[in-house]
């Protein structure tokens, strides 16, 4: 490794995080003119038909990469993922009804803590006494549950539901969170009723949500919803029932394009095996480095892990930094140190990571 900074970073950040470097050559463009319209895309009306196309070009793409079916739908809404806790709970949830959770983590208790201003909550499993490092396989959920809500994959702590069909047994509407490694893999979309996720990640910039839902399971609470929380409405209005975050849908257009151009998500989980494999048999050959995720839990989005000798981080951390390498430091709540391998990293990222903790190692070992 060079002794001086380099030049090109390593953008390991969990979000915001790193998107296709012709995704941000593009809206670059367009802030400047888009479609040659003369206008910025930061400026065009969104009820014109230089937007409507936009954003019915996001949610066909979305469509067809996840391959729904004509019962979901795909909406871009206002927020991050922290709006959608009490939004489906309001859209799903009567004061008298309960809602199972899998208490997985920082965000599932978030969840857990809006729901319960709407309804009931059960927790089905929990892997809060060990720290949130796995997952528990063994639960039950009781059918009167309105819906059972999942995390697919925890950001913070670096376990990822691997095996999703453990949910398809129960005969409850499944929800999700998969804001961390939503269009990382391949999954069957179609067996979940609601699936949310705060775009910066895998499909754009912060200030959007896509939520995918099953419209069959909408208008069955007796409560009265507000016009802007209610998912039917803006299912009648195509995204459209109030100015939604222009620039931030383009972008996710643009991400979504790129997606299905590199072969859509059969291709790119075949990289993103690929990365997690080569950052995870790096770190498990260094005894300097230990992970701290359950291994059959371990996430291919995010991976966490720590340096057991704790006088070594910050030296591990600034040479990381010498190097370019950002976002490599953990969580506040967690420590240690994360690295997240989101669709657009380049497996050439990785590759310099894992040089750079075979350097480390040798000099330390």
């Not at 996001?58 to 795909?74: G, I, K, N, P, W």
């Not at 048999?281 to 005894?287: A, E, K, M, R, V």
Request: glycine letters at 6%; hydrophobic letters at 40%.
């Amino acid at each position: 490794m060079s002794e001086t900074k380099s030049s090109l970073v390593h953008n390991f950040n969990a979000g915001p995080s790193i998107l296709p470097k012709e995704v941000f050559e593009e809206a670059s463009h367009a802030i400047l003119n888009f479609n040659n319209s003369g206008l910025s895309i930061l400026e065009i009306g969104h009820r014109t038909l230089l937007f409507q196309q936009v954003m019915d070009e996001a949610r066909s793409l979305a469509t067809e990469l996840m391959h729904l079916d004509s019962d979901h739908e795909v909406l871009f809404l206002h927020g991050g993922a922290s709006t959608q806790f009490m939004q489906v709970p309001m859209n799903l949830l009567n004061e008298n009804e309960s809602a199972a959770f899998t208490d997985t983590g920082v965000w599932a208790t978030k969840a857990i803590k809006e729901a319960k201003l709407f309804g009931h909550t059960e927790i089905v499993c929990s892997g809060k006494e060990n720290n949130y490092t796995f997952l528990p396989k063994k639960f039950n959920v009781p059918d009167s549950a309105k819906y059972l809500h999942i995390t697919t994959n925890n950001t913070i702590y670096g376990t990822q539901w691997q095996d999703l069909s453990l949910f398809y047994q129960f005969k409850v509407p499944l929800v999700a969170d998969m804001s961390s490694d939503i269009l990382s893999r391949e999954i069957d979309f179609n067996k979940f009723d609601l699936i949310y996720a705060g775009a910066q990640k895998n499909i754009g910039p912060a200030g959007v949500n896509i939520v995918v839902v099953n419209k069959n399971i909408l208008g069955k609470v007796s409560r009265s919803i507000p016009t802007i929380m209610d998912y039917r409405n803006h299912i009648e209005a195509g995204s459209l029932l109030n100015t939604p975050p222009v620039f931030a849908v383009y972008v996710c257009m643009l991400t979504l394009r790129w997606l299905k151009g590199q072969g859509g998500v059969a291709a790119i989980e075949k990289i993103n095996n690929a990365k997690a494999k080569l950052f995870y048999d790096t770190l498990d050959s260094l005894p300097v480095f230990k992970g701290k995720a359950a291994k059959e839990d371990r996430s291919r989005m995010n991976a966490a892990f720590i340096i057991e000798n704790t006088e070594l981080e910050k030296e591990f951390l600034d040479l990381c930094k010498n190097e370019g390498m950002v976002g490599v430091k953990g969580h506040r709540s967690a420590g240690g140190f994360r690295v997240s391998m989101y669709n657009a990293l380049p497996v050439e990222s990785v590759k310099a990571l894992t040089d750079l903790m075979k350097e480390f190692a040798n000099k330390k070992g």
